[in-house]
Every structure is written in C-alpha cells, then in structure tokens.
C-alpha cells in the first residue's frame, strides 16, 4: 500500500486530510470491536432471562467469541499480507456487521452462540489487517507512532464507553446490544470503501498458502484458549489434557514451518527481541487488566450491591487512557523512548493493584479512585507503545503476521487472566458471608499484580537500548532475509 503521509512532512508527525480520514475509519473499527465486547458483558444476565439459558450456556455466548477471535488471530494476519489488507478488512468487516445482526434477532441459544463465534473470526481477520494498514501506510517514526497512539486510545475508549451503553442498551432491550454494532459498522464499511486506498493485490510467487501451518496452529490456539478460558468450569484432567494437546499441535507446528517453503510465520522473525517482549509483556498485561476488571465487577455488585449501569460508571474512569493515549503518551515516548513508557506503564499498572489489594467491604468510592485512575493511566502509558515495539522494524510483507501475534497474545493474556482469578476466587472463597466473598477477591488480586510484575521484568530487559535504537539491527537482518533493503527496514 502506498504510503498515507505528505513526503513534505520532513518526518514530523503532521498527517494530510486523507491520512486522518483513513485513522478514523479504522479507529472505528477497533472502537466497534472493543464496545461490542463490553456491551455483551453487561447485557448477559437479560439475555438468559429472556432465552431461557442455563449459565454454563451463557459462558458460551462469551466463550465463543473468544475462541473465533483469539484461534484465527494469527491466520488473519497472514491473510491480510497475502491477499490484500484492504480486501480483508472490507470483507470481514461485511461478515462482522451480518453476523451482530444475527445475534440481535437470535430466539435461541445456540444461534446466538454460534453468531458470536463467527463474529469473533470476523474481528481475528479484520483488526490485524486494519493495523497492518496503519503500520504500513504511515511512515515508522513520530507520524506512524501518533497514529498508533490515536488507535489504541480508541480501542480503549470503546470498552470503557461499551460498560455505559451497554446498561443503557440493556434497559431497552438486550438485542439493541447487537443491532447497535449493526449501525456503526455500516457506517465504518461506507467510509472505509470511500477513503482506504486500493493497493494493488499482492504478487503471487508460485509458492502454495501454508494451509498445514494454517490448520494446526489455527487448532492450536483454539485449544489453548478453550483449555484455558473453561479452567475454572471443567476438571483438572480436562483442563490438563487440553492445554497439553494444544502445546503438542504448536509443536507440530513448528516442525511443519522449520520444512515450508511459504511459512504461515517465518520463525526468524521471532529473533526481533522487541517483538518478543512486546507479546510477553502484552500477553501479562492483558491478563492483569481483564483479571482486574473481572473481580472488581464482581465486587461491586456481588458485595456491595451496586447496580449494572452504577458498576459500569464506577469503572468508567479507567477510560482516561482514551485521552491520555492520543495526548501525554506521544510526548513521553518522545522524550524517553518506547520501552522507558511501557516499563514505566507496567510498574503502575502493579501499584494499581497493590493499592486495591486491601479492599474492605466498606470502601467507598473515593477509596477505589486511586486504583482505577492509576490503571487507566498505566494503560494508556504501555499498550500503545507495545503496539509500535511490536511492529517497527519488522518488513512491510509481514506486518499482518506482527500485528496478528501481538493481538494473540492480547486476547490469550485476556482468557488467561480471566480463568486464573475465577479459578483462585472460587478456591479461596469458603461461603457466602461478605467476609468470605472479600477473602476469595483479595485472594485473587494477587494475580493481577503477579501479572504486572511480571510484565514489567520481561519489559525491562529492553532498558539498556537507546530511545529510537531499539532492536535497530535485528530488524535490518530480518528485513535481509524476507528480501527488503536493510535500509528501508531501518528507516
């Protein structure tokens, strides 16, 4: 794709009038993807009540969107690459409205279920070839890193604001929780067809699609994830065996990329060490921050009684990485470098949680404040700098295969964290008394700061770079190997 950037701009981060109009519709499609998530979450109880579910059924309604989301991720982002990101993020995008609008007029189970799966295939396809868009259309440095900045602050904006619309939604009816996603995803296909450049379709080399790569890591992740996110409601044996066959498929799938003439991911790429750390830090991140956001919930209105739409505003706040992203992140990575942001980030994103460790089953708000401000703010310091760690440098002709991994780890991180706090508030919660239900929730808190903590050590082994110079040379190696100049790569 040509580039989206005026080559008069000298490098600064200003951006043409077509450059913004592209970022905005593919921020609407990550603000689409994020509050269509959060919307669900708040409306599940008026969906049993009106479909009649058992509540291992409606696990499933959430269930499936993870599974189609997080097992096509990375086949998505090969898709984007090898036929055309602008192809892709239109088609799936079409798939994406079709499919919210199935679930909105669902009078069964398993039509939901089953609408929300493909949902989640559509949106594993569509956002890495939306990001791929931005990482290849913008110029790396200031301009590439403002736009990726502007996207994830609006990824983040969208699961905040989905908590409100979602209650507000909910009260109507729950099926506007699907057909709301209808409306703005048409709106986003009309501007995306009108103002996203065609780019010719990528150059056939004569090579066939990796469809045995495609098929078991595909298989892969979907156990991994289907083992880990059902942890908390299955035996340990299930759990085990599952987790166990998805490791040996990722093997299987090592060997088969190691003999590929046309890898689905070509493992030298994971000799960038930036791109390794991202996805490690990326991975705890998402964990600690859905763990978080999971027992806080349950807290509020288990405890204290508090109502959907009181929950949905307390939380609220954590959204103050939707402005902050956009705003103060630019400047400090400007000043400081990327993986000086995240580490900073990551460590306060671990005093967050600490802070909330000791909630009492009297707190008021005011006494919550500190962690949720915190967290939004540590949010808005890591996540979109991991964005641009994980993709800079890496060639244009695998930037699909980047941003696919990075949102993998996203969205495994996401399912990881949320079983490991069910699984250790359930075994430390011995009875339905406040002060039992408040044992079991300070137990599990230790997770989300475990988490952070540990993110912030992988991130730290990146301190001893340069701002500007991290993981320069790898990249150039790597751009040699897949055939682009080592020059460009280190532009």
């Given amino acids: ?126 956002i890495p070839a939306g990001l791929s868009i931005i990482t290849t259309g913008f110029e790396e440095g200031p301009q590439r890193n403002k736009a990726l900045l502007v996207y994830s602050g609006t990824a983040a904006g969208g699961f905040s604001l989905g908590l409100v619309v979602g209650g507000l939604l909910a009260a109507i009816s729950w099926r506007w929780v699907f057909f709301a996603p209808v409306i703005l995803s048409l709106l986003v296909l009309v501007a995306a067809v009108a103002l996203i450049p065609r780019s010719p379709r990528p150059e056939r080399t004569g090579e066939g699609v990796d469809l045995a790569g495609a098929v078991s890591v595909t298989a892969a992740i979907l156990l991994l994830v289907f083992g880990v996110e059902r942890a908390a409601h299955a035996s340990a044996a299930m759990t085990t065996g599952t987790i166990a066959a998805g490791l040996v498929l990722f093997l299987v799938f090592i060997a088969i990329e190691r003999r590929s003439s046309s890898p689905l991911v070509r493992l030298g790429i994971f000799r960038h060490g930036g791109l390794v750390r991202a996805n490690l830090s990326g991975m705890l991140l998402a964990a600690g921050f859905f763990g978080f956001q999971f027992i806080a919930v349950l807290y509020l209105q288990e405890l204290r009684g508090w109502s959907t739409l009181e929950t949905s505003f307390a939380l609220i706040v954590i959204g103050v990485d939707a402005i902050l992203s956009p705003t103060l992140t630019p400047k400090l990575v400007a000043r400081f470098g990327n993986t000086r942001v995240i580490f900073g980030g990551l460590l306060l994103a671990a005093l967050s949680y600490a802070l909330f460790l000791p909630v009492g089953a009297d707190w008021t708000y005011m006494a919550m404040f500190p962690s949720l401000i915190i967290l939004g703010l540590a949010f808005s310091l890591a996540y979109g700098p991991l964005t641009i760690v994980a993709t800079e440098g890496i060639a244009e002709e695998e930037q699909g295969v980047a941003g696919g991994l990075l949102y993998t780890s996203f969205q495994f991180g996401a399912a990881l964290g949320l079983s490991s706090v069910a699984a250790v508030n359930i075994g430390a919660t011995h009875g339905t008394t406040p002060a039992a239900l408040l044992d079991g929730y300070q137990a599990a808190l230790i997770v989300p700061l475990a988490a952070a903590l540990a993110a912030a050590f992988v991130s730290a082994f990146g301190l001893r770079s340069r701002p500007g110079t991290e993981d320069a040379q790898p990249a150039a190696a790597e751009a040699t190997e897949v055939g682009v100049p080592a020059v460009e790569a280190s532009r």
């Fill in 1 to 126: 794709m040509s580039t989206l950037h005026s080559p008069s701009n000298g490098g600064t981060d200003r951006m043409s009038g077509r450059a913004w109009g592209v970022l905005f519709v593919l921020c609407g499609a990550i603000f689409l993807e994020g509050i269509d998530v959060a919307m669900l979450n708040v409306a599940l109880p008026s969906i049993r009540e009106d479909l009649g579910m058992s509540t291992g059924m409606l696990q499933w309604v959430m269930s499936a969107y993870v599974l189609g989301y997080g097992g096509f991720m990375l086949l998505g982002g090969r898709a984007a690459d090898l036929f055309g990101r602008r192809r892709m993020f239109v088609f799936w995008l079409v798939v994406f409205l079709l499919f919210s609008g199935l679930g909105g007029l669902a009078t069964e189970g398993w039509t939901l279920i089953v609408a929300r799966f493909v949902t989640g295939v559509a949106a594993a396809f569509m």
